[in-house]
């Protein structure tokens, strides 16, 4: 019954921190929280994968981190990805 009530908070919490636009420090917050809670009291599961979902929210919702740590990892593998221009499609630029 507490995995539950911890799963609806977390989830009434993020939809609360999304409708005012608080930005990712408080979902942050929220999810560590509950998974920290989760893990102590509860399911250890629920608490593993809302403690994810933070690592996530920080990542990518961290303007610090996505710079430092998402930014260069994700050019890199665009770089291997994308096929390379040659100096005609260089040249050729629309006008």
Request: charged share 15%.
């Amino acid at each position: 019954m507490l995995t539950l009530i911890l799963l609806i908070v977390a989830v009434v919490g993020l939809l609360a921190i999304m409708r005012r636009e608080a930005g990712a420090l408080p979902a942050l917050v929220l999810l560590a929280v509950t998974g920290l809670a989760s893990l102590l009291l509860a399911s250890s599961l629920l608490g593993v994968v809302l403690l994810l979902a933070a690592a996530l929210v920080a990542v990518t919702g961290l303007p610090a981190l996505r710079v430092r740590w998402l930014t260069p990892r994700l050019f890199t593998l665009f770089k291997k990805v994308a096929p390379r221009v040659s100096e005609t499609e260089r040249v050729a630029r629309p006008s």
